[in-house]
Each structure stands twice: as C-alpha cells, then as structure tokens.
C-alpha cells in the first residue's frame, strides 16, 4: 500500500471503487464526516470459518476506530486475530425512477479493513470508552459515572487503524430522466429520510427534582446528521 497524498485515502485492491466509480471518494474528509454522523457500526469477522456480521458501538478518532463489547463476546475475541471489515451506512432517501430497475437509494458509506488490536494499556482504555461515549452523547463522559475498575475488567476494547478505507455516497434524483423511460406518465423523485432525536423520556424511577442536564436538552427534539 502506497502512502495517499495530503487529506486522500490510500488505494487498496480492497478499498479501490471497481463499480459506481463515481459515487466513489478517496477523500479523507468525506470518511471523517460519515464517521461523524453516526455511532452504530456493524463488524464483520469470521468465526469457525462463517462469516459473522455484528452491531456494535463505535468511536472515531483521528488516527482509531473505537469498538467496545464484553470480554465474553466471541467477536471482539476473534477479530485481533484476523483482518476484519467494519461498514457504517447513513441512508438519505429513496431514489424513484420511472422504472423499477432504476431505483436507488441515497446514502453515505464507509467500509474500513484492518486487524484490529486489543486495548490494554488503562490510559487508551480510558480514553477509548470516553471516545465512545462522547461519540453518541456529548458531554454524557463527565456527566454520569465513570467506569470502574472491576468494571474496565468486564470491557473489551479494539482498536482499528483507519488506514485503510472505502467511501462511496449518492445524492440528488433519479438519473432517467434522458433516458427513454422519461416520457412515462410516472412520478419520480426522492422521499428524503430525516433522522432526529426524540424529547427526553426520564427513567420511571427517577428520584423527584432530577432534571435532565443541558448537553441533553440540546440535543433533544433536533435533527441528527
């Protein structure tokens, strides 16, 4: 693997765009916004030699990707043992054509292999379940309880390198408008897809007086990435 230029992805033989080249990007901006937008990965791992695809939470670093679980879970036991594939997917919305064969659907993607290495020094451990949790709740790290130690004992943490990464992502409408399909008496376009955070919903035993803190009610009720 070749060293990229300044702010592009290297090109692999896994992570080069062999079909729908233009929806393609070596940007390495673009992986980081998707990275971003979202905390809900799924890693693909082999187990026994069956391929094996599991939801997880992650977090993004510049130079890492953060994946957490339990020390009992046999897919983060497996990974550091093998190259894996982690893919995260924002959909954007539904893409109708005039016909059928041409429908799609707008979305950002990424893909990122690597073999991934268990975090065992307690300063990255420490660091990485902060990142984790800062990636799905800002300020929720050094609001509520921190882990501790016979808890850290209980948590598994892997590393992966963003080294190696494919990013592909669609927008706008549907591409048969020149196409002899045009002229059908047809509706096309695009149904958007908006993501957003719902009003808080305290826990029923929440003592009296408890009131939610503002890094929570900033976020609730608006449009997610």
């Known amino acids: 693997m070749t060293s990229p230029a300044p702010g592009q992805l290297a090109v692999t033989e896994r992570t080069r765009h062999r079909r729908l080249r233009e929806q393609g990007s070596t940007n390495r ?61 924002h959909v954007d919305g539904l893409v109708l054509a005039r016909s059928v064969f041409e429908h799609g659907i707008n979305y950002r993607s990424a893909c990122i292999y690597g073999v991934p290495r268990p975090v065992t020094d307690s300063e990255e451990l420490q660091l990485g379940l902060r990142v984790l949790t800062e990636q799905c709740a800002p300020g929720q790290w050094d609001y509520a309880r921190q882990p501790s130690k016979k808890e850290l004992a209980a948590t598994r943490l892997l590393a992966l390198d963003l080294t190696e990464a494919s990013v592909k ?4 409408p549907p591409d048969d408008a020149d196409s002899p399909d045009g002229s059908l008496d047809v509706w096309a376009g695009v149904v958007p897809i908006h993501r957003r955070w719902g009003g808080l919903e305290p826990d029923p035993a929440l003592a009296a007086g408890i009131e939610p803190p503002p890094h929570l009610r900033s976020i609730a009720n608006t449009p997610m990435s």
């Open 29 to 89: 901006s673009e992986l980081d916004a998707i990275l971003a937008a979202g905390f809900i990965c799924h890693l693909g791992v082999l187990m026994d030699g069956v391929p094996m695809v599991v939801p997880t939470v992650y977090g993004a670093t510049s130079d890492h990707l953060y994946l957490h679980g339990s020390v009992a879970s046999r897919s983060l036991v497996q990974a550091p043992e093998q190259t894996v594939c982690v893919t995260i997917t």
């Open 169 to 172: 992502t669609r927008g706008g």
